[in-house]
């Protein structure tokens, strides 16, 4: 690591490790060893490498997204929650779009899980509003909701709030009117984030790493640019020397 602030920025990089299967994410890994960032598993990997994996991140000393964003009835989703809560992830999500006690049965698994060990630490509850690569000609016209995806994200993340939830994942545009809706400790993780002059790809409502810190990201969520690059461990401090540079 380049110096202390780009240290502690790195805890709010976190890398999507989208893998086919857990060797092609050690190999990614590897090529980051000695910078602290927080690693976020999502459906791709989890449904192949499984818990085990992330147990290998937690030993690892790896903060751990989950990101399985998940969406049924409350009472499936509490026990999802229980489950996840057991596993020891730092941070997991559910879909805002399932309502307020879905998302608050969320929680409740989290704390049946607490209560029952004491040893387990609690994971941030996070929802996901709407999907970064959603624009508003799909949330109006496909999706059937009307109005600015803006009001729709600060809708849907004050339900959240109410629901007990830590925070929401949305993209880096709407960080600052969420922090604004729902306070300031309320958390905002965004995903759609390319460093200037890289491919959008499919998303569609995107920020640099250092636009999204001084907009009011907690956390930034990179794939692709990290992953897809030709040196990995140089595009990711690259995306820290923009987010440090933001911060000062
Ligand atoms: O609204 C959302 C929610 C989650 N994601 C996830 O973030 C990463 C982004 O990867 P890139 O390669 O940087 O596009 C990916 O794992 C998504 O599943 C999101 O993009 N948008």
Redesign the pocket.
Known sequence: MTSTLTSEMAQRLMI?L?YPDAESARTLIRKLEGIPCYM?V??QLYYQAGPQFVRELKSLGYSVFL?L?MHDIPNTVKGGANSIAKLGVDMFNVHAAGGSKMMAAAVEGVEEALAADSSLSRPLVIA???????DSVTMNEEIGIPGSVEDTVIRYAKLAAGAGLDGV???PLEAEGIKRACGSSFRTVT????PAGSAA???SRTKTPGEAISGGSDYI????????AADPREAALQILEDMSRQQQ
């Open positions: 999507a989208d976020k999502g459906m990101d964003k996901v509003t709407q999907l970064t690569s959603t994942v949305a993209s995903p759609g984030i390319r790809n499919d998303q969520v990179v794939g692709r640019p990290i992953t897809a």
